[in-house]
């Protein structure tokens, strides 16, 4: 083995405790598998930042005379133009943007004239805990219900949940929110209507205060889970080794924990994966109906105050979080089931 | 034919009907406000109530509907019109630095977040349907692309194409005359689907205020208009509501009896 791939080691581990598998791994062809990953994952970003910073930088309106009104004199907005860097070729500020970006300077906000960095990391201890929230809910809910459907096919169980499905995927997140908020915060007064206790007011009450949007984005989410989780398994319940260890004495219980579930979780992983990103996204407009000071909020403050800088920085920070957690997924993926690597 | 198949035709059709019922005929003229009769429950006059300036609920859901049937269109309209030629394009060749091109593109626009990037889109390009559409639009171009490429790949590999490439006709006659037609009932199914995933973007994108503007009503900003009345009046959301749902659950069911109903192998686990 070449020294420099030890770093794939702990991730072999990963996949024997997984698999079982006791064959040692091909490490070159993994290494080569890793190496492509890594090149696409770094591809995206680039094309990314393109993208938003072109998008961006079409927007109709100058920033500048945004902010001083309508009667500010030219030479003012030319300061201020001068003070923001926008006098500067477009190429040099896509160069300091994404160079800063790397070092971990966002840059600073034109209207609240902090540090950009600051404000997403505030506005993070909000966005990420709903939506990892969000996403323990989902899988709490759809694993075990596309697991009961798949295991009575055709049944009323089944049909119960599948009709369920249908009708979770075509509720719209918001109008649920909504509904939620008139039954439990309205009505039964268990939660509050909207806003955010806050970390310091301890973790129960923030908690508390991202219950109904967590609920609310994760339902339609679930249902669209719960009926991958069942059509994967039955996949693999039709799969002949399930027969042979049906036939060699196994029990359906048993049949369905050891062989039949730890292969159907493969496309689910993928789709929980995915999820995280329409969790993110999703969570912008939840936001909006809970007034929670996350990061879709402040996305739409800094398009309204057209704070350019906090637009490209925030939207980018969303996209790279959601190539990452693809990438991580595809390694799993990989790592799970050694077939698939490598090729689509 | 299935359950799913008539079900999902029939509410399909009654929201169609709906809405161009509208275009002759509406109980009330839909930007017609009557602050004395406002916030009606659903009774005799207005039917299904009426709103905060007294306007009547459900003229504005038949019109409403109008909206979200064209936005959704349109935007599947761009999906295929500019997905189904790539798709085409990058089966046909296979494994050249076009086929290459289109799907690392294909896989970006997947990896974007698609509702950020909507909302971007709308936000600086100004709010309305047109921005909507575009914004919803973009991102049907890869779905389309994608599915055809898939399809078409395996009809390459086919007897009659041989056949047809003996005959010698080149790569984009092909294409057109031999792998269209035969990949034409996935498009309609994965249309189905897009179409009511456009509904529900459409309906997320008015509800925070960048899809269609006022007067033009929309289902989504019926609902942001609701939301501060909602325990007031309640029917005021529940009514717009259901109307996405039932649009949107016409339409799935819609799509899974119809990829049942043309094509019989896949008639399990749909997800």
């Known amino acids: 083995m070449e020294p420099k791939q030890f770093w794939i080691l702990p991730l072999c581990g990963l996949r024997r405790l997984w698999t079982g598998s006791q064959r040692p791994p091909n490490l070159p062809v993994m290494g080569r598998y890793f190496a492509k990953r890594l090149l696409s994952l770094f591809v995206s970003l680039l094309v990314a930042s393109w993208v938003i910073f072109f998008v961006v930088e079409i927007a109709p309106g100058d920033p500048a005379s945004f902010m001083l009104g309508i009667n500010a004199q030219p030479d003012t907005i030319a300061a201020l133009r001068s003070e923001l860097g926008l006098d500067q070729s477009k190429l040099a500020r896509y160069i300091s943007w994404v160079g800063g970006m790397l070092t971990g300077d966002f840059g600073t906000s034109y209207t609240y004239r902090t540090p950009v960095a600051q404000m997403v990391a505030d506005r993070l201890w909000v966005s990420l805990p709903l939506a990892l929230f969000a996403l323990i809910l989902s899988t709490l809910i759809a694993l075990p219900a596309g697991i009961f459907a798949a295991s009575h096919p055709g049944k009323s169980g089944d049909i119960a949940v599948m009709s369920a499905t249908q009708l979770g995927i075509a509720v719209p997140n918001f109008w649920f929110a909504m509904m939620l908020v008139l039954i439990f915060a309205i009505n039964l007064r268990w939660f509050s209507a909207g806003g955010f206790a806050g970390w310091d007011a301890g973790a129960w009450a923030a908690l508390r205060s991202l219950t109904l949007p967590a609920i609310a984005l994760a339902l339609p989410q679930a249902a669209i889970l719960a009926r991958v989780m069942r059509s994967a398994l039955l996949d693999i319940l039709g799969e002949d080794f399930i027969r042979t260890a049906r036939a060699k004495g196994l029990s359906q219980r048993q049949v369905l924990w050891r062989h039949g579930l730890r292969n159907a979780l493969i496309p689910v992983l993928t789709i929980i994966g995915l999820q995280f990103s329409f969790l993110l996204a999703g969570a912008i407009i939840i936001e909006q109906v809970f007034y929670l000071p996350g990061l879709g909020r402040l996305v739409f403050q800094a398009i309204s105050a057209r704070d350019l800088i906090v637009v490209e920085s925030v939207v980018m920070l969303l996209v790279f979080a959601v190539i990452l957690v693809n990438f991580l997924v595809d390694l799993t993926y990989a790592l799970v089931d050694p077939r698939l690597r490598g090729t689509r | 034919m299935s359950r799913s198949l008539v079900l999902g035709g029939v509410l399909t059709g009654l929201v169609l009907m709906m809405a161009a019922l509208s275009f002759v005929w509406t109980p009330f003229d839909h930007t017609a406000m009557n602050i004395p009769t406002k916030l009606q429950a659903p009774g005799a006059e207005h039917w299904l109530g009426s709103d905060h300036f007294g306007r009547d609920i459900l003229s504005m859901i038949m019109v409403g509907a109008r909206t979200s049937i064209a936005v959704a269109l349109v935007a599947v309209g761009i999906g295929m019109g500019i997905g189904v030629p790539l798709g085409l394009a990058a089966a046909a060749k296979r494994g050249s630095w076009l086929d290459e091109v289109i799907m690392r593109a294909n896989d970006l626009v997947f990896a974007f977040p698609s509702l950020v990037i909507a909302i971007l889109i709308t936000a600086i390009l100004g709010a309305g349907a047109i921005n909507a559409i575009l914004a919803i639009g973009i991102f049907n171009i890869p779905v389309f692309a994608r599915v055809t490429r898939g399809a078409a790949l395996s009809l390459w590999q086919r007897d009659f194409i041989l056949a047809a490439r003996v005959a010698g006709k080149g790569r984009a006659r092909i294409s057109v005359e031999h792998i269209l037609p035969n990949v034409a009932n996935l498009l309609?199914?994965?249309?189905?689907?897009?179409?009511?995933?456009?509904?529900?973007?459409?309906?997320?994108?008015?509800?925070?205020?960048?899809?269609?503007?006022?007067?033009?009503?929309?289902?989504?900003?019926?609902?942001?208009?609701?939301?501060?009345?909602?325990?007031l009046a309640p029917h005021l959301a529940l009514v717009p509501g259901s109307a996405i749902i039932v649009t949107v659950l016409g339409l799935n069911l819609l799509g899974d009896g119809l990829r049942d109903w043309l094509d019989p192998k896949l008639q399990r686990g749909r997800t």
């Open chain 2, 188 to 231: 309609i199914v994965q249309g189905t689907i897009q179409f009511s995933l456009g509904i529900l973007a459409e309906a997320g994108l008015s509800y925070v205020g960048l899809g269609a503007q006022p007067p033009v009503p929309s289902w989504g900003r019926m609902l942001a208009d609701a939301q501060t009345m909602v325990s």
